[in-house]
């Protein structure tokens, strides 16, 4: 798959299909457009997806978490089959644009051919271009439009907002039933304090990109991705309270049945189930009696779940 990060670099000669969104986390209803993109590549159209580098409230100065990092991003394209994927930057001149100036912009850079998009996309200055808006300048620009509905699930739709709640909720079944996927972190193995080693429980301490929405604080069954196998595990999102009052966020995983050098690589972390909140405990002793219950507690989960 190709990357690029402006309109100014892409290098596109081929006739192609697109659909243009922010693509936060690529959930259920997103897979329908990318299903869509899939199909015109059998009629020789390139699959490309459209999406932006922040989201717009971030360009006011809000604070903001997504449910998908850029390097996550990529992976989840590439993994629905499209073959070039373009984020653009999200800047006030981009914001301003007239809705057909930007689908003006776009057609002159891209021989564009289909436009894929759901009901509720929107698009140009404030936000005055949705899916009409496609339809009505398809001759103008020598596309086809092509709309599908939002999906529902018990009766709301599916969004990557309402995703964003389940995982701040904690309730990691239902974002991952949303998504299609189970909700995941990659993140690059860094030397923690090394305490899990003294307690008989070492873990991998992963560097967090400060923008990556992380469930709330306490402990989860987990899954971990390392060199393209799959393992059980146990993760904890926290400060460490037991440890001291000065610990930095990490995402601590304790891996099963794994005892292997690491530090320096990138690994997957898929949250199942949240276990407990974090809290301090007394003494050493009683958090490696926490955290050995923890562990009898995820096997049984994954057991259940058909992981061993």
Sequence with gaps: MKFYED????????????????????????????????????????????????????????????????????????????????ELPFTKELRSMEPEEFLSVLTEKIPVKRIVAGTDFRFGKNRSGDYRTLQENEGRFGYKAVIFEKIQDDGEDISSTRIREAVKAGNLEEANRLLGYDYFLAGTVVVGNQLGRTIQVPTANLLVPRE??????????????????????????????????????????????????????QIWVSFLKYLRPEKKYESLDALKAQIDLDIKTSKEILKELGNQ
């Design 212 to 265: 990556k929405l992380l469930p709330p604080f306490g402990g989860y069954v987990t899954r971990l991705t390392v060199d393209g196998t799959v393992y059980g595990g146990i993760s904890n999102i926290g400060y460490k309270p037991t440890i001291g009052d000065n610990e930095p966020l990490s995402v601590e995983t304790h891996i099963f049945d794994f005892n292997e050098d690491i530090y320096g690589k």
């Design 7 to 86: 309109l100014n670099s892409v290098e596109i000669t081929d006739p192609c299909a697109i659909s243009l969104g922010k693509f936060d986390g690529l959930h259920i209803g997103h897979k329908l457009l990318m299903n869509e993109l899939n199909k015109a590549k059998q009629n020789g159209l390139l699959a490309v997806a459209v999406t932006f580098s922040i989201p717009p409230n971030a360009l006011d100065g809000e604070d903001f978490r997504v449910l998908t990092t850029k390097a996550e991003k990529l992976w989840i394209f590439e993994q629905a089959g499209i073959d070039v994927l373009i």
